[in-house]
């Protein structure tokens, strides 16, 4: 089974650790506040008091060799940097970071971490572009040029196959269908099934060229 290393049980440490528990890992999750432990104990596998900057403390929790850990310290960048280093040391193989600016996260890129996560900047992102594109139901950035996103059917594509929309040959790549009348899904869409009122389209691509083929689609 593997095994995550959740360090900080502020609010988003806390739905981390419950959500990889609830999958049915094993979880170790770690923090200063002794109150917060005992509350969070029964959520997760093993929940540890202690200081996770402490190599010692990581490894007596059972954090050597973890497929991956989340730092979740809050503004305590200090704490987060220290966690980081004793979780590799520790041999852990891949570390999370959640930072609270772009500073922060500009001193955290220092020690080779896998990922920094922003959660409001990029909740921020995911609901201004929502609002402000209203035939995109969800959207996820990938890079600064780049997103996944769930697309109503424009009126110009009903009736037509992928086949015969072309989108591929202009740099977009449907990912799957989802009909909402039926609730089937099609994860590896079949070219030839023509498009429904009722279908919406997981699509990935360049953000600018997404943006351009819908408002051409719709008229805009």
């Given at each position: 089974m593997k095994r995550f290393v959740v360090i900080g049980l502020g609010r988003f440490g806390a739905w981390i650790a419950r959500e990889l528990h609830r999958q049915g890992f094993d979880v170790i999750a770690i923090d200063t506040d002794e109150d917060r432990v005992d509350r969070f104990a029964h959520e997760v596998t093993r929940a540890v008091a202690g200081d996770a900057t402490d190599p010692e403390i990581l490894r007596r929790a059972g954090a050597e060799g973890a497929e991956a850990a989340v730092v979740s310290t809050g503004t305590d960048l200090a704490t987060g940097i220290l966690s980081t280093l004793a979780l590799k040391e520790l041999g852990v193989k891949r570390i999370f970071a959640k930072v609270s600016s772009l500073r922060a996260a500009q001193a955290m890129s220092r020690f080779d971490i896998d990922e920094m996560?922003?959660?409001?900047?990029?909740?921020?992102?995911?609901?201004?572009?929502?609002?402000?594109?209203?035939?995109?139901?969800?959207?996820?950035?990938?890079?600064?040029?780049h997103s996944i996103q769930e697309i109503a059917i424009p009126d110009a594509w009903l009736g037509k196959s992928l086949r015969e929309l072309g989108l591929r040959t202009q740099g977009i790549q449907v990912v799957a269908i989802h009909d909402t009348l039926t609730d089937e899904w099609q994860p590896v869409p079949d070219p030839d099934r023509r498009l429904r009122d009722s279908d919406v389209a997981i699509v990935a691509g360049v953000t600018e060229t997404v943006e351009k083929l819908m408002a051409e689609a719709s008229g805009g």
């Open positions: 996560i922003f959660p409001e900047r990029e909740v921020a992102q995911r609901v201004a572009y929502r609002l402000a594109t209203t035939a995109v139901l969800e959207y996820m950035p990938l890079g600064d040029r």
